[in-house]
């Protein structure tokens, strides 16, 4: 009996990793690998700092991805509420003891890392909404008290982060909370009017802006207006993206970066150094992979039998393109800076470490994709 159950509990095992989608695992590894050799290129051509943090964080959370992945998708359902409430009480201990640097209280010293929860929002505030909207019928979506109740489950993290301050992580999670309620059916009328409302809403909304995200908008709207302060980060970048031209100047040639004319290049605006790097050609590659890592997790909801993974899969992957594209717009200078991490690319612990969940659970809604969810 011993022997059977083992047996059978390997056989189950290998059934899962069999069960993996490799199209997507292939491109996330890809992508790792890019991300690496780009963050070697901003440490100089050496393997300094930033370049072996990524490396192991890369390694452990890939591992972590395999992990989740291989929990039964009724487990990610299960934990839907729990997650957001602990991630709510993470961001309530940031504003009140978390860490502060360049003037924002965002983080949380776990010892062997340093945690932003509300990158980890953006990804439970997914699976919370998912669960919430679960074989809800289509009247009851758009019911007084499930619109309610939603607001209050995007307002409440918002609110919260942007006390730290962090105003552009905010309209993320916003943004990952909206999708929710779009792919759950909520009525078109109500993103227009709420839309309408938040333009004419703008003028007023500006004024309780902090200074520097006032400058920040004004930065946007004439970069050449302080060419050497506030303007200078999104100057070179894009002098940076536009030198790369058609195949780029080569693998560590960036000479943006390595006469280090654009700060920050290893973050947020990584994208520019690999473009320079690696040019039109490159970058078009790059977008590439996302939009097969994308264009997969979305196939992974649409063969799914349960309504929780559809919503989670189909909300996850239009989030990932929603972040590609702040990103990628923001070093090019077509929206304000924000704060938009290059999923998987850019350096930081936490942002990987939430977009490696947000694949898991993806992976886990590809193995029990027969299974359904009462």
Not at 23 to 44: E, P
Not at 86 to 109: C, E, H, K, P
Not at 203 to 231: E, H, M, W
Request: glycine share 8%.
């Amino acid at each position: 009996m011993y022997l059977q159950r083992k047996l059978k509990n390997n056989n189950n095992f290998f059934k899962k990793i069999t069960d993996l989608d490799f199209s997507l695992l292939f491109c996330i590894l890809l992508l790792g690998f890019i991300s690496l050799a780009t963050m070697y290129s901003t440490d100089g051509g050496e393997a300094l700092f930033h370049t072996k943090s990524h490396f192991y964080k890369l390694i452990v959370f890939i591992f972590l991805m395999l992990l989740v992945s291989f929990l039964n998708i009724k487990f990610w359902f299960s934990v839907g509420y729990l997650s957001y409430l602990i991630t709510v009480a993470m961001l309530i201990y940031t504003v009140n003891f978390g860490i502060t640097a360049s003037g924002s209280q965002r983080w949380i010293d776990l010892y062997f890392i340093n945690i932003q929860p509300s990158e980890l929002m953006k990804i439970f505030i997914i699976l919370c909404l998912a669960k919430f909207f679960h074989r809800k019928r289509l009247e009851n979506v758009n019911s007084f008290y499930s619109i309610i109740i939603s607001l209050i489950i995007i307002f409440l993290p918002m609110s919260l982060v942007i006390i730290q301050p962090d105003l552009g992580t905010s309209l993320l999670i916003s943004i990952s909370g909206i999708v929710v309620l779009w792919f759950a059916g909520l009525n078109h009328k109500y993103f227009f009017y709420s839309f309408l409302i938040s333009i004419l809403s703008l003028p007023f909304l500006i004024s309780f802006l902090q200074p520097y995200q006032k400058l920040r908008v004004l930065t946007f709207l004439n970069p050449d207006r302080d060419p050497l302060g506030a303007g200078y980060q999104i100057i070179q970048s894009k002098i940076a993206v536009g030198s790369g031209g058609l195949f780029g100047k080569g693998f560590l040639k960036g000479t943006q970066s390595y006469l280090e004319f654009l700060p920050e290049k290893h973050t947020d605006f990584i994208f520019t150094l690999f473009s320079e790097e690696f040019g039109f050609v490159g970058s078009v590659f790059l977008l590439l992979i996302y939009a097969v890592i994308i264009y997969r997790i979305i196939r992974i909801g649409a063969i799914s039998r349960s309504y929780f993974a559809k919503i989670f899969c189909y909300s996850f992957g239009t989030s990932i393109f929603v972040y590609i594209v702040i990103n990628m717009s923001m070093v090019l200078g077509m929206v304000p800076i924000v704060g938009s991490p290059l999923p998987i690319m850019s350096y930081g612990g936490s942002s990987m470490l939430a977009t490696m969940i947000g694949f898991g659970i993806v992976m886990s809604a590809k193995i029990h994709s027969q299974q359904s969810i009462a």
